[in-house]
């Protein structure tokens, strides 16, 4: 930037064009000098888009008087370290080739960087060519503030939850520890650990959406590594994206499979037994997701008298939760789950 005094050519012949381009353009500019906010007009016929004209409300965004930025460039105005794709964006946006707005950093008169939201909107003559660009500049400071404070409170409620969790595991084995079998402390142990698992992985995606082959890696990892079991799981499917409360729910149904896979399945025998995991979502009623459990080279299996807790949670947990199906074949070659949920806005249905 050139200070006011050293004013270049290119500057000085800017200003000189100022009186024609409102005259041309006089409803545009009356109503980006009303307007609050900050706007600059680029000359679209020269390869290096000089402003043409700057409005008062980007003056004092950016603390500069109208003679420093006349005839300068939006990139001489953007900061030195922007992001590569963001810049992208912007050029295709003077090319008229994108409508999308780009987040970059604008330099201020102080040194100071301003995180702004940079739209582009092309002036066509009669011809479909380009003349001019009207650049508008929203402030994202703000936003900036108000995202950290919530990234804030989000780590200190994951903190939180994962201390909610450590008392629950204390309080379970101080309460059990001489009234049941160790076998039963461990099994309820290892439940709250699945849960703490997937509430670290929501912490880490802001308590939003979280990818269905994520929350099986975070589950099975115990039985991968610990076990070294790590070559007999197969995972197959697009990391489809799930809300809290599924992620939670197919959390808990994970771990009661492979635990029951550990113990009476596919994973029973030291050297033998896979597991599959595949899964799609399919454009039926609105998007279905399917996923299927499916156990081989293990000990034959025949369905169990009796129905425990890992049996009820995953019949009819995800039955109540998700409003989903499930299908146990005690098939004699191994386990077959077979899940359908309605996707209901939770994943990504392919087009």
């Known amino acids: 930037m050139q200070n006011e005094p050293d004013r270049s050519g290119s500057q000085k012949a800017a200003e000189a064009e100022?009186?024609?381009?409102?005259?041309?353009?006089?409803?545009?500019?009356?109503?980006?000098?009303?307007?609050r906010m900050a706007m600059v007009f680029t000359d679209?016929?020269?390869?290096?888009?000089?402003?043409?004209?700057?409005?008062?409300?980007?003056?004092?965004?950016?603390?500069f008087t109208r003679s420093n930025v006349l005839g300068e460039t939006i990139r001489s105005l953007l900061a030195p370290n922007s992001d590569t794709r963001a810049l992208e964006q912007l050029g295709s946006s003077f090319e008229g080739a994108s409508d999308g707005d780009a987040e970059l950093g604008l330099k201020r008169h102080d040194g100071?960087?301003?995180?702004?939201?940079?739209?582009?909107s092309p002036v066509r003559d009669e011809r479909g060519e380009i003349n001019q660009n009207f650049v508008s500049f929203v402030d994202l400071t703000?936003?900036?503030?108000?995202?950290?404070?919530?990234?804030?409170?989000?780590d200190e409620l994951n903190h939180r939850t994962q201390n909610t969790l450590a008392t629950v595991l204390a309080i379970i084995g101080q309460t059990l520890r001489g009234m049941a079998d160790d076998d039963v402390i461990a099994k309820l142990e290892k439940r709250v650990l699945?849960?703490?698992?997937?509430?670290?992985?929501?912490?880490?995606?802001?308590?939003?959406?979280?990818?269905?082959?994520?929350?099986?890696d975070r589950i099975l990892n115990p039985f991968r590594f610990n076990k070294g079991y790590n070559s007999r799981f197969a995972l197959r499917?697009?990391?489809?994206?799930?809300?809290?409360?599924?992620?939670?729910?197919?959390?808990?149904?994970?771990?009661?499979?492979?635990?029951?896979?550990?113990?009476?399945?596919?994973?029973?025998?030291?050297?033998?037994?896979?597991?599959?995991?595949?899964?799609?979502?399919?454009?039926?009623?609105?998007?279905?997701?399917?996923?299927?459990?499916?156990e081989s080279g293990g000990p034959p299996v025949a369905a169990p008298q009796y129905k425990g807790f890992g049996s009820r949670l995953i019949e009819r947990g995800l039955a109540q939760e998700l409003?989903?199906?499930?299908?146990?074949?005690?098939?004699?070659?191994?386990?077959?789950?077979?899940?359908?949920?309605?996707?209901?806005?939770?994943?990504?249905?392919?087009s």
């Not at 100022?18 to 307007?35: I, R």
């Not at 100071?112 to 582009?120: A, H, N």
């Not at 699945?194 to 099986?216: F, I, M, Q, T, Y």
């Not at 989903?324 to 191994?334: A, C, K, R």
């Open 18 to 35: 100022v009186e024609g381009f409102k005259q041309e353009l006089g409803p545009f500019v009356v109503a980006a000098e009303t307007t």
């Open 323 to 350: 409003n989903g199906s499930v299908h146990l074949s005690f098939d004699h070659s191994g386990l077959i789950c077979e899940i359908k949920m309605p996707a209901q806005g939770d994943t990504p249905v392919p």
């Open 112 to 120: 100071s960087i301003i995180p702004t939201s940079v739209f582009v």
């Open 237 to 294: 499917g697009e990391n489809v994206r799930l809300r809290p409360k599924a992620a939670l729910t197919f959390a808990m149904v994970f771990h009661e499979l492979a635990t029951n896979a550990v113990q009476y399945g596919a994973l029973s025998e030291r050297d033998a037994g896979l597991v599959e995991v595949e899964w799609s979502v399919e454009p039926l009623h609105g998007g279905q997701l399917r996923l299927c459990w499916r």
């Open 142 to 154: 703000k936003h900036r503030q108000e995202q950290e404070h919530l990234r804030f409170l989000l």
């Open 44 to 63: 679209a016929k020269k390869d290096d888009q000089p402003i043409i004209f700057a409005n008062d409300s980007f003056l004092s965004l950016t603390g």
């Open 194 to 216: 699945a849960l703490s698992e997937v509430n670290s992985l929501l912490g880490d995606e802001n308590w939003d959406r979280v990818g269905l082959r994520d929350v099986l």
